[in-house]
């Protein structure tokens, strides 16, 4: 019995980091559809402390704050709402710079891990593998 909660408590989980990992990687390419290109600074670094918690203290991530050119002539300062630890970029970095020109403030380092997409695959990717144990734990338990 004790297998079954598992599984279920796995498969759980699994659906929601797929599905998570989905919307994440939906976004991403819908903002890359739209977005520019520019050149920019990172101007300072926020830290989230919406980090998984960890011991003995919890994971911070990095938020680059960026400033650019919009191709209008508009000096824009913007945090990406894409991270990490380690930061993406250190400050005072010339980086590549994706806009909305919709919106100038929605703004991401023009990086593979930048964009948001590598996220949104991770979380797809374990939201499965998740998904193939908790089905092998169900199926474990019932032989």
Do not use: C
């Not at 079954?4 to 980091?17: N, P």
């Not at 976004?27 to 998984?52: M, N, P, Q, W």
């Not at 709402?81 to 929605?106: E, F």
Request: glycine share 12%; proline share 6%; no cysteine.
């Amino acid at each position: 019995m004790e297998r079954v909660v598992l599984g279920l408590i796995l498969e759980f989980v699994g659906l929601h980091l797929l599905a998570q990992g989905q919307a994440v990687a939906r976004a991403a390419r819908a903002f890359l559809a739209v977005a520019v290109r520019a050149e920019g600074e990172v101007i300072a670094l926020r830290v989230s402390r919406e980090g998984v918690a960890q011991r003995p203290r919890p994971a911070h991530v990095y938020l680059p704050v960026l400033r650019f050119r919009t191709a209008e002539g508009r000096v824009v300062e913007a945090r990406s709402p894409v991270g990490g630890n380690p930061a993406p970029a250190a400050k005072g970095d010339r980086v590549g710079v994706l806009y909305d020109p919709a919106d100038p403030s929605d703004v991401r380092i023009d990086t593979v891990t930048g964009h948001g997409t590598t996220a949104g695959r991770w979380l797809t990717g374990l939201g499965a593998g998740l998904l193939v144990v908790a089905f092998g734990v169900v199926v474990s338990a019932a032989w």
